[in-house]
Nanobody, 126 residues
Framework: QVHLVESGGGSVQAGGSLRLSCTVS????????MAWFRQAPGKEREGVVA????????SYADAVKGRFTVSQDYARKVVYLQMNNLKTEDSAMYYC???????????????????WGQGTQVTVSS
């Protein structure tokens, strides 16, 4: 069973940066794709980006293109989300998710992932 723990969230002013981390533990042999999702109050959970164990990266959500960057330290089993030039609309709970997916240009829907972290809150103030 895969266990995911996010960290790195917090409060920041608009224009600032944060780096989220997702540490993977347990038996992740069936997991080849790690993703970041976010969910703001009253809104649906939306995919931000995903990265495969091969290093392949899906498209970023339009709202974060050019500002967010996903990466991974495969040996240490950590996935990162570097978030720059944060905007108030980026405020949300950010979740790390893991699953086994065929190669895709899209991060996909939440149901495609069977392992989830508890989330880390990101709050951006103006």
């Amino acid at each position: 069973q895969v266990h995911l723990v996010e960290s790195g969230g917090g409060s920041v002013q608009a224009g600032g940066s944060l780096r989220l981390s997702c540490t993977v533990s347990g038996d992740n042999i069936m997991t080849n794709c790690m993703a970041w999702f976010r969910q703001a109050p009253g809104k649906e959970r939306e995919g931000v980006v995903a990265i495969y164990s091969t290093g392949e990266i899906t498209s970023y959500a339009d709202a974060v293109k050019g500002r967010f960057t996903v990466s991974q330290d495969y040996a240490r089993k950590v996935v990162y989300l570097q978030m720059n030039n944060l905007k108030t609309e980026d405020s949300a709970m950010y979740y790390c998710a893991g699953g086994r997916r065929h190669s895709s240009a899209s991060v996909g829907a939440p149901y495609e992932y069977n392992a989830w972290g508890q989330g880390t809150q990101v709050t951006v103030s103006s």
